[in-house]
């Protein structure tokens, strides 16, 4: 990670603009003094000078975040807090990360002080109403349940890291439950860069304070209408992370008629939601985004009997991990259900970002894997490799194959339908015929992954995780129903309607916590298992037929 990297600062304007003009206030007054010296020996000094009153913040942030764990009087604890916050944020990246390694290492539990606990708690006697004999001796056990519950509450104490006092007086300091997102942020981000065990055991412990400060009571389900204040819609088309908000008209539109967006708040962080989900009021599962985002005019809400869930946002980084969207959905589901008793189906028009990604290095493994052995076994010999798979149906392998003159190239169909998605610009999809050509294995890789591709035995889409996890089961796949760039590069545009079923939520969330399994309709299992255990496989995902 490079020093100086301020890509990766969370920090607000006015805070970006303060340091930049430190810095240059500094490198400024470096070259009045010292304008004097030959040229490499001032941009030396300014070096110097620059290195050391970046130490010299750093060590007086270690400071007040020493101070902010120890101090005990509490009269002047607001004012040591803020001093860590702002100086926090006065940091460049790689002072951040020396900050957060030291809160990580250096105020850690006492490892020593548990293991001589431990040692003494092995060597009690144990009582015998602890023991197969129940009755109790009277005094003399008491006596010794006495010691169990002395170094027992003194282990609880001791396998409290230090940090947590930090964190704990951070939570109720004005303005600290926002600093702690973005210092987790700041965790995040260093751990994707490399493992250390002492920082993804202080992650650990934040998120879940952080998972219990943010629990479904401490926060307020608020809908957003066009009536809110103009900073809190700012935020909206700030966040929107599935399909941004192009102008005021489309923002107004997702806010008007036939539509709902609704965010979870937290008192902490006024006017700012930490997660937002938009809504369309529809008289069916829509097939495609545009259907949604260019509804006008929007069905009256009278006849629409299906409420879609199409745009799901999390606006804090730091927050990663935590299911806020869980909650989210199911007391939006109640409040429109409430509302408007007409509404008698919930679904998704989700997006499926990791298809692509598996799709791709699925072909390329698989097609060098064929031309390796077309070079020393015939064809007839793959079946017998560990490796080998077979990707396309027979009749897949042919509509490619008689495409590959004059439009496509490749020694097979794999290889064909690889070099067609990788194409620029996407010229795969302006043509009927490709289209018709990919249409039935893309939608029938996409069902396998979705169903059977699994990661510690959940379902490997991010996305599909999220939303099974929450009792949803998959309905439908939809294709081209997001032609934009980042739908052909995330799904080859398709996308995938979740179903919630009211009656069956728990137990669909219930099942595929303890089992991983997953429940599909029978017509998108069909579609995934074209073989002879299609009737084994629909038993297995137990899926109703109606």
């Known amino acids: ?33 010292q304008s004097s010296l030959p040229v490499m020996e001032r941009e030396g000094n300014k070096k110097l000078n620059s290195s050391s009153n970046t130490e010299r913040e750093f060590e007086l942030v270690r400071e007040s975040m020493h101070s902010a764990i120890s101090m005990n009087k509490t009269e002047v604890l607001d004012s040591v807090l803020n001093d860590f916050s702002e100086g926090y944020f006065s940091l460049y990246f790689e002072n951040r990360r020396r900050l957060l390694l030291v809160l990580a290492k250096e105020y850690d539990l006492n490892r020593a002080q548990v293991r001589a606990l431990i040692k003494q708690y092995l060597g009690l006697e144990m009582p015998s109403v602890l023991g197969e004999n129940v009755q109790s001796n009277g005094v003399e056990d008491e006596g ?120 979870y708040l937290h008192p902490a962080i006024p006017g700012e939601p930490l997660i937002f989900i938009e809504v369309a009021l529809l008289k069916d599962v829509a097939q495609t985004i545009q259907e949604v985002l260019l509804d006008d005019p929007p069905v009256p809400e009278c006849e629409a009997v299906c409420a879609l869930f199409y745009s799901i946002s999390s606006t804090q980084p730091g927050l990663s991990g935590i299911n ?114 990919l249409k039935p294995p893309l939608i029938r890789l996409c069902a396998r992954y979705l169903l059977q591709e699994k990661k510690r035995g959940k379902a490997l889409d991010s996305v599909a995780n999220f939303h099974l996890q929450n009792g949803a089961m998959v309905e439908r796949l939809n294709w081209m129903a997001d032609r934009s760039e980042k739908g052909l590069r995330q799904s080859g545009g398709i996308m995938v309607n979740y179903v919630y079923r009211l009656e069956n939520i728990e137990e669909y969330a219930q099942s595929y916590f303890s089992t991983g399994h997953i429940h599909a309709s029978a017509d998108l299992i069909l579609t995934c298992v074209q073989t002879a255990n299609t009737e084994r496989q629909l038993k297995e995902h137990g899926e109703r037929t109606d």
């Open 324 to 437: 806020l969207g869980k909650f989210l959905i199911k007391r939006v589901i109640t409040l429109v259900k409430r509302d408007m008793p007409h509404i008698s189906t919930f679904a998704t028009l989700s997006p499926i970002p990791g298809f692509m990604q598996w799709l791709l290095s699925k072909l390329a493994s698989q097609s060098k894997l064929a031309e390796a052995e077309d070079m020393s076994h015939s064809s007839a010999d793959r079946s017998g490799s560990t490796f080998w798979e077979e990707i396309l149906e027979p009749e897949e392998e042919k509509a490619l194959m008689d495409l590959s003159v004059g439009i496509a190239s490749g020694k097979n169909g794999m290889e064909v339908m690889l070099n067609l998605l990788t194409s620029t610009n996407y010229e795969w999809t302006n043509s009927a015929e490709l289209l018709s050509a």
């Open 144 to 263: 010794l349940l006495s010691a169990f519950y002395r170094i027992e509450r003194n282990l609880r104490h001791s396998l409290k890291p230090v940090y947590e006092v930090l964190f704990e007086r951070l939570n109720t300091h004005p303005g600290g439950l926002k600093f702690l997102t973005i210092l987790r942020a700041d965790i995040l981000s260093i751990l994707a860069e490399e493992n250390v065990a002492s920082l993804r055991a202080l992650d650990s412990y934040l998120k879940e304070k952080l998972s219990t400060w943010l629990s479904p009571a401490a926060l307020e389900l608020h809908q957003i209408t066009w009536d809110d204040p103009a900073s809190l819609l700012e935020k909206i088309v700030a966040y929107e992370a599935v399909h941004p908000i192009s102008n005021l008209i489309d923002l107004k539109r997702r806010l008007g008629v036939g539509r709902r967006c609704f965010g």
């Open 1 to 33: 990670m490079r020093r100086n990297d301020t890509s990766k600062l969370s920090l607000s304007p006015l805070t970006q603009n303060k340091v930049n003009q430190m810095a240059q206030n500094s490198q400024g007054d470096s070259q009045a003094n």
